[in-house]
Structures are given as structure tokens and as C-alpha cells.
């Protein structure tokens, strides 16, 4: 079932493309122009190449304020059903709320992407009844706060010891091991020192779980933190990063700039398979 997202045999990994449909996204327009924004946005990611369209409602950064699940749906689901009218593209939801989960699912996606690793009320067993594939995330914290002393012992022990208890009750709520995905959360409650160590990790990670790896540093402030630049200079750093991970193993990269993380990839990972 899930086969497509987690063959380890491929050569490079899956380009996930990030479609925001949070408020913030979207300074103007009604819901009509929202949509018709995002379905353009996802043409446009399918030339680019993308293998998943991972869609979010909440906006997850730094300090952001929570939604209620009225307003998820409301932005999430009308997006799905309108990217399931005219293409096949797997959708991945990005949400922690188990009622998101299972209507977009029923709309339409085909992985649950979830940032607080199925801990929210009835979520663990919103994915056991639900047929698709979870990524499970690490964060340190809430978003609003995670980046005031974020503190670990070893933060790659750490990290590994949380997905690890996440992997685990999964597989006792009924999750079966080849539906889970796990993430490190990179600027989720981490300094750019814990960033920049678990990156250099990404395989031992691997390596401990033994399960496919996402990778989602684009754009993110360990970039801007290294090289003191704004959100909108960050593309050739995150694709490097990208070539990277794939480098490392990574399973599956989450990108804002598809067709250059897809052209990264691919040449990263055809150094790595050749003789
Ligand atoms: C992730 O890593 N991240 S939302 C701050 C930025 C740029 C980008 C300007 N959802 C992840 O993309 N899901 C998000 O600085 C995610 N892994 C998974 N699985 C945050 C984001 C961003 C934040």
C-alpha cells in the first residue's frame, strides 16, 4: 500500500512540495482566489516534479497562534477536493487534529504528516483507522514557545529515544511499522547547533529506527542563522541541504522550491549509486 513512499531501493528520495493554505499565506483575496491560488501553485509543483503535495492549515512557525478546527477544514478541504478534481498527485495533510485527519483523508489524502507525532487528543487513533502512511515528527515544546531555551543531554539520543516511544505506540494503537515515517522537526524546539548536529546525523537516525527518513529544512532559520539572510535568499542553501540528505539516505525531502530540490536529488543521488 504504502510501497510507493517507502522503497528503499530507490536511488534518490521523494520530493515532497509544500502548499501553505494558513491565513498568513495569503495576504488578499477570498476563498474562490485562495483556491485557485493553490490549485496554480500545485500545476506548477507537478512540472517542477514533485512526487507528494504536502497541504497545511496551521501554521507550525515560531510563535504562530493556534487554529481551530473549523478553520483548518475549512482551508484544507476545499484545496484537496479541487487538487483530486484534475490530478493524481498523492496529498500528504499536514495536521496534528484528528478531525482534519480523517476528513481529509476522505477527501482525498493519502498521508497524515504530523508535527506533534500523533499526541493530540484522539489522533493516535484517528491514524490507526485511517489506510495511510504517518510521518512522525519531533518537536521540542509548542510552537509558540519552542524557540525560547530549547535543551537536550544529546539531542540525536534524544530525538531518536522520542520517535522511538512515538514508533512504538503507534504499532500498539494498530499502526503497522511499514505505514511510519519518521522526521527530526529541524527548527522545531532546537538552537542551530542541535539543527546542524542532527542533519550531520541523518544516518545514524536512519540507522536507529530503521525507517524512512524526511528531511524539511528549506527555507528554515539554520539557514539563516549560518549565512545571515532573509527567507527569501534561502533556495540554493536549501537545495545543498537537499543534495545532502540525499546523500545521507534521507527517504523523502520537504521542499518550497520543487524543481531545483528535484534536480539536487537526482544528481545526488546518481553520484551515490554509480560504481
Ligand atoms: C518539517 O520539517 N516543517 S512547517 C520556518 C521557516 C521556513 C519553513 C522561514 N511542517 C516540517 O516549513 N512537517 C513544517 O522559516 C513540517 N517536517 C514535517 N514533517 C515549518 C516550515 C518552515 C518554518
Redesign the pocket.
Known amino acids: 500500500m504504502s510501497d510507493f513512499f517507502l522503497q528503499s531501493d530507490r536511488a534518490f528520495p521523494l520530493v515532497m512540495g509544500?502548499l501553505n493554505v494558513t491565513p498568513d499565506s495569503f495576504s488578499d483575496g477570498g476563498l474562490f482566489e485562495q483556491k485557485e491560488a493553490s490549485l496554480k501553485h500545485v500545476r506548477d509543483m507537478i512540472d517542477a516534479g514533485v512526487d507528494i503535495i504536502?497541504i497545511?492549515g496551521e501554521?507550525?512557525?515560531?510563535g504562530a497562534k493556534a487554529v481551530s478546527v473549523a478553520e483548518e477544514l475549512q482551508r484544507v478541504i476545499p484545496v484537496i477536493e479541487a487538487i483530486r478534481t484534475e490530478t493524481d498527485i498523492p496529498v500528504s495533510i499536514?495536521t496534528s487534529k484528528a478531525q482534519v485527519m480523517r476528513e481529509a483523508v476522505v477527501a482525498g489524502a493519502s498521508v497524515i504528516?504530523d508535527?506533534r507525532a500523533l499526541q493530540e487528543e484522539g489522533a493516535l487513533q484517528a491514524a490507526a483507522e485511517l489506510p495511510v502512511p504517518v510521518?512522525l515528527?519531533h518537536m521540542q515544546g509548542q510552537p509558540r514557545t519552542m524557540q525560547e531555551h530549547p535543551e537536550y543531554n544529546n539531542v540525536v539520543e534524544d530525538v531518536c529515544e522520542f520517535l522511538r516511544n512515538r514508533v512504538q505506540a503507534c504499532e500498539q494503537a494498530g499502526i503497522s511499522r511499514d505505514r511510519l515515517i519518521v522526521?527530526p522537526?529541524?527548527?522545531?524546539g532546537k538552537t542551530l547547533q542541535h539543527n546542524l548536529s542532527l542533519f550531520r546525523h541523518i544516518p545514524e537516525l536512519k540507522q536507529q529506527l530503521d525507517l524512512p527518513v524526511?528531511?524539511?529544512?528549506?527555507?528554515?532559520?539554520m539557514i539563516?542563522a549560518v549565512l545571515d539572510i532573509p527567507?527569501e535568499e534561502?533556495m540554493p542553501a536549501s537545495v545543498a541541504l537537499a543534495g545532502l540528505a540525499a546523500w545521507m539516505g534521507a527517504d523523502i525531502i520537504?521542499a518550497?522550491d520543487v524543481r531545483e530540490t528535484c534536480q539536487a536529488v537526482k544528481m545526488c543521488g546518481s553520484v551515490k549509486e554509480s560504481e
Not at 185 to 188: A, I, N, Q, R, S
Not at 214 to 221: A, D, E, H, P, Y
Open positions: 509544500i504536502d497545511g501554521s507550525t512557525r515560531p499536514d504528516n508535527v510521518v515528527m522526521d522537526g529541524f527548527g522545531f524526511l528531511i524539511g529544512v528549506s527555507r528554515k532559520s539563516g527567507v534561502r520537504r518550497h
